[in-house]
């Protein structure tokens, strides 16, 4: 069974570009989240998205958005980017909606912001 | 606000002693508690969850145990092996138990020596 997958692996992108992030959670699995790991910082909740809503977000500004497809597949926006959203950003799925499980974690998208 | 703490030093050990590694919260009561490893540039791997009902879980070489009342949770690794050498980090639900965010530490980097 494949795991969460997640697309591309490495992004570089100008400040104040777009970036685009792509999740593919594990088969089965309704409820994706996304987190942003900053060097030191540990892993920030950043949004949950369940049967194609966002049911919440992180203490996160608006640029940082998402959306979740038919088939659970997630997308994480970053519009207006700055050097300090330079992290690694974890997909991760869930059998259940919202937690009381253990969290699968796709391998990220290192994210540089030069 | 909730915060989890866990011990930021590294933690050295021998080959074959047992590992313990803690996680500290506070202004909260969680339904559930849990434990990830994480290796350089990868995502969060699950390894064991336990509910405030449950005071030790064990899994192979691993055991947690949950102190409700010291709001503690002790994570063992008994043989350690230097294939144990990652982060491991403790995980709680924000707030109530399914609201999808995760709070997570910042992570314990253990190294066993052979």
């Known amino acids: 069974e494949a795991g969460v997958t997640q697309s591309p692996t490495h992004l570089i992108k100008t400040r104040g570009q777009q970036a685009t992030l792509r999740c593919s959670p594990i088969s089965g699995h309704t409820s994706v989240y996304w987190y942003q790991q900053a060097l030191g910082l540990g892993l920030q909740f950043l949004l949950w998205?369940?049967?194609?809503?966002?049911?919440n977000r992180g203490n996160f500004p608006p640029r940082f958005s998402g959306r979740q497809f038919p088939n659970y597949s997630s997308e994480l926006n970053v519009n207006a980017l700055e050097l300090e959203d330079s992290a690694l950003y974890l997909c991760?799925?869930?059998?259940?909606?919202?937690?009381?499980?253990?969290?699968?974690f796709g391998q990220g998208t290192r994210l540089t912001v030069v | 606000s909730q915060k989890i703490e866990q011990n930021s030093e590294a933690l050295n050990i021998q080959e074959g002693k047992t590992a313990t590694l803690t996680c500290n919260y506070t202004?909260?009561?969680?339904?559930?508690l849990q434990w990830y490893r994480q290796d350089p540039g990868r995502g969060p791997v699950f390894l064991l969850l336990?509910?405030?009902?449950?005071k030790e879980k064990r899994k192979e070489r691993l055991k947690v145990t949950f102190d409700t009342t010291l709001k503690q949770s002790l994570f063992h690794i008994t043989a350690s092996q230097p294939a144990d050498s990652a982060t491991y980090l403790c995980a709680l639900p924000f707030g109530s138990s399914n609201t999808g965010k995760l709070i997570f530490g910042q992570g314990t980097t253990l190294q066993v020596k052979p």
């Open positions: 998205y369940d049967e194609g809503e966002e049911r």
């Open positions: 991760a799925s869930s059998i259940l909606s919202g937690g009381g499980t253990e969290a699968f």
């Open positions: 336990i509910r405030e009902n449950e």
């Open positions: 202004n909260y009561s969680p339904a559930y």
